[in-house]
């Protein structure tokens, strides 16, 4: 099963970068904006790495400096994209998502939380009411779109792709040059796709990292397993310590050692697992990381109010979460 749910952001214009893995809160009014949202943690010590320029009928051909180059009659009304990879084979939000709310005070709200799991980069061309005349698109090399270790973002279009009649692209037409010679409009387009789950997730997950032994509160399960730790990055308003409705209570400032700094949320970095650990504690955690599982319901029901749980289906999901716990625990004892 997967209990996580997703939401899709658009990201407009050029320059504005996106970091795979981070975490942001999104805006209470349902915006679907990126730029609306506040980034609030993210990863280090970890690569992205972009893939190829494609569209629904394969590659381009990648010239001698990196650009990759289309015939204009095989990319008439259609889309080219290009989709950054993150190579993580657990969730690493998860494995400290309750440490990182507490250290916040973060008590209520968990929908408005995301990890960004991956961007979507696309070129669309339009179909033109006359044959496009025989040229070639040229697009700029993909790692010119990586502006971080995990962040990617469009350039401006100039340095992004360009018509040309010249096979080698040498000689660039001017967007202006290229419409009166009858070549149709690029449109550039970015969209994220961001992963969130509700309170008995993380409920359930807190229940069992203190079975297991672990502070949920701290980051000391992250450093058993060797993985990197969330940083915060970020800054908005908490709430207070308690929420009683949630059933999530966090220490004080004068409790805890992981107490708020400053007037900023969640922080986050976490490591890739690329090396496993195979002790019990792991196996457990591989399986609590994978909640991530069932897509419930679609983003947009969220953001307008209908996506409300009923208190009937909140509990199966606590219930099918607590057997999936004991199934662990079960593991865990045939292993010890």
């Known amino acids: ?29 349902g915006s679907l904006e990126l730029e609306d949202s506040v980034e609030i943690a993210s990863l280090f010590d970890l690569n992205a790495h972009p893939s190829r320029w494609s569209f629904p009928d394969g590659v381009g051909e990648v010239m001698n400096e990196g650009w990759t180059r289309f015939r204009s009659s095989d990319v008439s009304h259609t889309t080219i994209s290009l989709v950054p990879i993150l190579f993580l084979r657990l969730n690493p939000w998860l494995s400290q998502a309750n440490y990182i709310f507490g250290r916040h005070r973060i ?12 961007v979507n980069f696309e070129l669309s061309i339009p179909e033109t009411r006359e044959d496009a005349p025989a040229g070639f698109l040229f697009l700029c090399p993909e790692h010119n779109l990586q502006t971080g270790q995990l962040s990617f973002c469009w350039p401006d279009q100039e340095r992004a792709t ?47 990292h ?28 908490v709430p207070s310590a308690r929420d009683t409705d949630s059933g999530m209570v966090y220490a004080s400032d004068d409790e805890s050692e992981h107490s708020p700094t400053s007037d900023i949320d969640v922080d986050g970095e976490v490591p890739d697992p690329e090396d496993d650990n195979h002790d019990g504690v792991h196996k457990d955690c591989a399986m609590s990381e994978c909640v991530e599982i069932l897509n419930c319901q679609p983003a947009d029901a969220v953001q307008d109010g209908t996506a409300a749980l009923s208190a009937t289906f909140k509990f199966l999901i606590y219930l099918q979460l607590v057997l999936f716990l004991f199934l662990g625990f079960s593991l865990l004892n045939d292993h010890i």
């Open 210 to 237: 203190q079975a297991k032994g672990f502070d949920p509160d701290s980051q000391d399960l992250v450093r058993h397993l060797g993985w990197p730790l969330y940083q915060l990055s970020g800054g908005i308003d």
């Open 1 to 29: 099963m997967n209990l996580a749910r997703h939401r899709y952001f658009y990201i407009s214009g050029a320059g504005r970068a996106v970091k795979l893995g981070s975490i942001f809160r999104c805006s209470s009014n």
């Open 162 to 208: 360009y018509w040309s009649l010249d096979p080698t692209g040498a000689e660039r037409l001017s967007t202006k040059e290229a419409s009166q010679l009858g070549f149709p409009p690029l449109r550039f387009t970015a969209t994220a796709i961001a992963d969130f789950w509700d309170a008995p997730v993380y409920n359930g997950l807190r229940q069992f």
């Open 107 to 118: 008590v209520s709200n968990f929908e408005y939380y995301v990890y960004l799991r991956s």
